[in-house]
């Protein structure tokens, strides 16, 4: 039995973007149509569109929406092609952690270097492109999900961290396919789902569209989870991905490497859920991932209010952290699960 889920997150519609506002998930759920390039830089970078599969769609159809604003200004093809492909470069920055945002980039900035069209043609083969890999998505999460199922439990209570579901991608998710595919055949597994502070991913966002989809989800802090773990009330763990380096290292959620040293602690299986797309070949090891430096504002405040009272506190707020691949039980692909050593799995993966 597929599992059906209710939820797109973003997709492409004749000449702007529609997708799922994520700043107020979950007191309410509605689209927005983001119409220009700026807008889309705006909306990834203040994460109304989150989740590394999603930023890169995202980045997508920003491309175009810069192409469309372009295309009104620019006397030539020459001087569109040009300020297009700078435009995208720029698209790049909005956030610099989640490797799917260049990587989606990158796949329109292929399509602007290798068309023969006009403006108008450019313009149309990029809306071809940005919903291939809309639909791409969506098919490689049911692959990465039936691939995941295999290792789950019978019965099993899994872990995840942040949101790694279908509002982090354009539909099923990664960590969440997983889940979902294991509950079309085993509707007795459950999900723990960590808070995630700062920005509460998963309170707000996990919980939000497993309950959607009638999957048991229960909600704990992210300092419970050693708690249950030592009480034997954790099978598993899955979690998503934002970069992947070539030896296994992996960037997820601030928080996520807390949780893969609590498993290692209590022998519990790990799993990484990422497409091919969340692997940076280019680097050796978690060591080059850039880590995104987010806004005290996210520390200090909760929608708004104040939840600290001592005024002008020293803040950090990284947005990501590294788990080192020591303690990846498996990195659960569109190409089956790899296994330690990553840097032959991985290698193979892309041959
Ligand atoms: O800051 P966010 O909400 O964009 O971070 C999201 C995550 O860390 C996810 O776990 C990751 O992008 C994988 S999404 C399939």
């Not at 598993?236 to 380096?245: N, T």
């Not at 303690?327 to 990553?342: C, N, S």
């Amino acid at each position: 039995m597929e599992f059906k889920s209710k939820i797109k997150t973003i997709e492409w519609v004749d000449t702007y973007s529609k997708m799922v506002d994520q700043t107020v998930v979950p007191y309410e759920y509605k689209f927005v149509n983001i119409t220009t390039g700026d807008e889309m830089f705006d909306a990834i970078r203040n994460m109304i569109v989150r989740g590394a599969p999603a930023i890169g769609i995202a980045g997508a159809h920003g491309v175009i929406l810069y192409a469309q604003t372009l295309k009104e200004k620019c006397s030539s093809r020459e001087e569109f092609v040009s300020a297009l492909l700078e435009k995208a470069e720029y698209m790049k920055t909005s956030r610099p952690t989640a490797v799917n945002l260049m990587w989606a980039v990158d796949k329109q900035i292929e399509v602007i270097k290798n068309s023969k069209s006009d403006i108008k043609g450019i313009i149309e083969e990029l809306k071809v492109n940005a919903v291939k890999l809309e639909n791409e998505d969506i098919e490689i999460n049911k692959k990465i999900g039936d691939f995941g199922a295999e290792v789950v439990p019978k019965g099993a209570t899994i872990l995840t961290h942040c949101n790694a579901g279908a509002l982090a991608t354009v539909g099923y998710g990664t960590a969440l396919g997983v889940v979902r595919s294991a509950y079309a055949k085993d509707n007795t597994i459950q999900v723990f789902a960590d808070e995630t502070r700062p920005r509460q991913q998963g309170a707000r966002i996990t919980t939000f569209e497993l309950a959607m989809d009638g999957i048991p989800v229960t909600l704990i802090t992210d300092g419970m989870c050693s708690y249950f773990m030592k009480k034997g009330m954790i099978d598993m763990v899955v979690v998503g991905a934002d970069r992947i380096a070539a030896n296994g290292d992996t960037a997820n959620k601030i928080g996520t490497y807390t949780v893969a040293i609590a498993a290692k602690y209590h022998n519990i299986p790990f799993y990484i859920a990422a497409p091919l797309s969340t692997i940076d070949t280019s680097i050796k090891s978690g060591e080059e991932i850039p880590i995104e430096e987010r806004s005290r504002e996210e520390v200090t405040h909760i929608n708004g209010k104040a939840i600290c009272a001592l005024e002008g506190v020293n803040i950090i707020n990284p947005g990501f952290d590294v788990t080192p691949h020591e303690l990846i039980t498996g990195i659960i692909t569109e190409k089956g699960i790899l296994r330690p050593d990553y840097n032959k799995s991985i290698a193979e993966a892309f041959c």
